[in-house]
């Protein structure tokens, strides 16, 4: 008898969970009819980063940020103002576009940065005091967290025409030529390893880089520094270069609420003379005002023989619209 009422409690147990399950499947995978299914999602808190993290899924990392920016200046002088002046305007605008996509190990950074404006003094025309066009794109394979390799491409030119002015010994204003679009252009290919330690900070270091220096215009050359032409020989359009080494330290981080701090510094050194090194650091500090207006201001120092004896120096200081999206 005891060995009878033991099967027999055995399989009602088992017959209840079989029922359980055969009751429990239709509720999870198909709900009543006209109501939604049950959202997870609200069981885990989206807002902690953790749980975020560990839920991307290989389309949540693709990334991207435009800005698209305008600056205004202008100072008028009556002709009975008696403290001199000279009345001016000045027009500047911007737009820089960052997009980065990562899949597992492969990763790939297009970074757009452009920049022209004018001032024009009364008596004197118009005249640039910005112009840039920055364009570089990179692809990387992870080796570890914190390393891996890349290949990139970088483009580096101006949009319009710059001139020198200067009197010649009767006083009289010449305007000269001595560059604009392509003339000159660095175009720069290199493969080598990267070290990003951080999401805002990344140092590539490339044994192999090679840039051409582009001179489109083969006029230009009476009217540069020494008649160098940038490096191009005479009645060449085109420098090859092959480096050494190139580094490349590039920092773009908020440094405060509403503050932003971004530079890229870059080291050339040639493979024909190692002791010519040319270097060129881009920097910008921009504080959002509010939702549409900033204060930003930007340098570039650049040493390079091929272009001057001396260290160049620009600077801005601009405030007007951004709008980033």
């Known amino acids: 008898m005891n060995y009878f009422s033991a ?9 209840f969970k079989v029922g359980i399950i055969f009751f429990l499947f239709p509720l999870c995978f198909n709900p009543v009819k006209g109501q939604a299914p049950y959202d997870f999602s609200k069981l885990i808190d989206l807002s902690n980063g953790l749980n975020a993290a560990r ?13 698209l920016g305008a600056n205004f200046n202008q100072g008028n002088f009556s002709p009975q103002w008696t403290g001199g002046g000279v009345s001016s305007i000045g027009i500047g605008v911007l737009f820089n576009a960052l997009f980065e996509n990562k899949k597992g190990k492969n990763s ?8 022209y404006g004018f001032a024009k003094n009364e008596g004197q025309g118009s005249r ?4 840039r066009i920055f364009f570089d794109t990179k692809y990387n394979r992870d080796v570890s967290s914190k390393c891996a390799l890349f290949a990139n491409i970088n483009f580096q030119s101006q949009f319009a025409g710059g001139f020198d002015y200067s009197l010649n010994a009767d006083s009289v204003m010449i305007k000269r030529k001595v560059s604009r679009f392509a003339a000159p252009a660095y175009f720069t290919q290199s493969i080598g390893m990267e070290y990003k330690p951080v999401d805002y900070f990344f140092l590539d270091f490339a044994p192999g880089a090679f840039r051409q220096t582009f001179v489109w215009d083969k006029n230009l050359y009476v009217n540069t520094p020494n008649q160098n032409n940038y490096g191009v020989a005479i009645g060449r359009r085109i420098h090859y270069e092959l480096a050494l ?17 971004k530079f890229r510094y870059q080291l050339y050194s040639s493979l024909a003379d190692p002791s010519k090194i040319d270097s060129r650091l881009d920097a910008s500090l921009t504080a959002k005002l509010n939702k549409y207006m900033n204060v930003n201001l930007s340098a570039i120092l650049v040493y390079n023989e091929d272009q001057s004896a001396n260290i160049q120096l620009a600077q801005g200081l601009n405030i007007g619209f951004l709008y980033s999206f």
Not at 55 to 67: A, I, P, Y
Not at 108 to 115: E, G, I, K, S, V
Not at 251 to 261: C, E, F, G, H, R
Request: aromatic share 8%.
């Open 7 to 15: 099967l027999f409690l055995n399989s009602s147990k088992r017959n």
């Open 55 to 67: 839920l991307k899924v290989e389309k949540d990392t693709s990334w991207h940020k435009m800005e």
């Open 108 to 115: 790939w950074r297009n970074d757009l940065q452009t920049q």
């Open 128 to 131: 640039k005091n910005m112009d």
């Open 245 to 261: 080494m190139q580094i490349v330290a590039n920092y773009n981080k908020d440094i405060a609420k509403q503050m932003n701090l």
